[in-house]
């Protein structure tokens, strides 16, 4: 399962923490969404850490290092919102892996989003899904799935607000903080590719 969650808390990762980057509570003007960059990643590694702690995000433990994670999501469609007037706060973040390494799949991506907890039921999400649609279609990829635990109901909204459609379930597909748990397989497919 890769990972899928709106993030929480003031957690630490790697130095940086949540609470170190400016807050975003009443902040007027939408969101910039930008090209991710190796600048932003201390922000995306907190916000990814945070959602680990919320419990229904991923699997994951914790979140990796910066050359990790850039190692393992498709460069052309890794994307951080930003404050408006603000582009050093980091609000948000959606990246893709590749399902497989044969051309059959070429098509198919699986991706992550994940939000600030004070830049959430501001559009965030949203902002950051159209962006990767726009992307992903733009060079052909056709399917854009994800695994999400049930639980996870803001993120399950999200994506059927943004074209997702739940596909199957994979019970006890995985034991996560001493449980069995299961994810639901949503996926978008492309009415232009």
């Known amino acids: 399962m890769h990972d899928n969650a709106s993030a929480v808390g003031g957690t630490a990762v790697r130095g940086t923490a949540l609470s170190e980057a ?3 509570a009443g902040r007027a003007g939408p969101a910039r969404i930008v090209v991710m960059t190796q600048p932003h ?5 907190a916000i990814y850490q ?4 919320e419990g ?11 050359a990790d994670f850039t190692a393992t999501r498709l460069p052309g469609h890794r994307f951080v919102a930003t404050g408006a007037g ?3 706060v980091v609000l948000g973040w959606v990246a893709v892996t590749a399902i497989s390494g044969r051309p059959v799949y070429a098509g198919v991506v699986e991706h992550s989003v994940y939000v600030r907890p004070d830049a959430r039921g501001r ?3 949203g902002l950051l899904l159209r962006a990767l649609i726009e992307s992903t279609e733009a060079a052909g990829i056709w399917t854009i ?3 999400i635990f049930p639980e996870n109901t803001a993120s399950i909204a999200l994506h059927e607000s943004a074209g997702f459609r739940v596909v199957g379930r994979r019970e006890r597909i995985g034991r996560h903080r001493g449980r069995w748990r299961d994810i639901l397989l949503m996926e978008r497919r492309s009415p232009v590719v």
Not at 41 to 45: A, I, R, S
Not at 50 to 53: F, N, Q, R
Not at 56 to 66: I, L, M
């Open 22 to 24: 400016a807050p975003v």
């Open 41 to 45: 990643g201390p922000q995306v590694l």
């Open 123 to 125: 559009g965030v999400g």
């Open 50 to 53: 945070a959602g680990i702690d």
């Open 86 to 88: 603000e582009p050093e």
């Open 145 to 147: 799935q994800s695994g």
């Open 56 to 66: 229904n995000a991923t699997f994951e433990e914790a979140a990796p290092s910066w």
